[in-house]
Nanobody, 113 residues
Framework: VQLVESGGGLVQPGGSLRLSCAAS????????MSWYRQAPGKEREFVAT????????NYADSVKGRFTISRDNAKNTVYLQMNSLKPEDTAVYYC???????WGQGTQVTVSS
């Protein structure tokens, strides 16, 4: 199982980024997928999750209405579209397959002017 995140970077407050997580080594379309984040000095926290077919999603209250999780099972990829970014969204963002707890290496998102 391999999960590889990409798309992080430096963005100004109010800006947008789209993160991608490319999955391999398992039947991607059979598994729910999630995004988590960890800010400096804080514990890792849940951001969003999506069911295997993409029919249902759930979000942390802190990102609801600003972030959108989606997936393309033909491309074995899960996405996190982040809009209206705030400085408090600065963190390393991780992709996770909850079943058997697989994680990617993370991608840094920095929101700063």
């Amino acid at each position: 199982v391999q999960l590889v995140e990409s798309g992080g970077g430096l963005v100004q407050p109010g800006g947008s980024l789209r993160l991608s997580c490319a999955a391999s080594g398992f039947a991607f379309s059979r598994y729910a997928m999630s995004w988590y984040r960890q800010a400096p000095g804080k514990e890792r926290e849940f951001v969003a999750t999506i069911t295997s077919a993409g029919g249902s999603t759930n979000y942390a209250d802190s990102v609801k209405g600003r972030f959108t999780i989606s997936r393309d099972n033909a491309k074995n990829t899960v996405y996190l579209q982040m809009n209206s970014l705030k400085p408090e969204d600065t963190a390393v963002y991780y992709c996770r397959r909850p079943i058997y707890d697989y994680w990617g290496q993370g991608t840094q998102v920095t929101v700063s002017s």
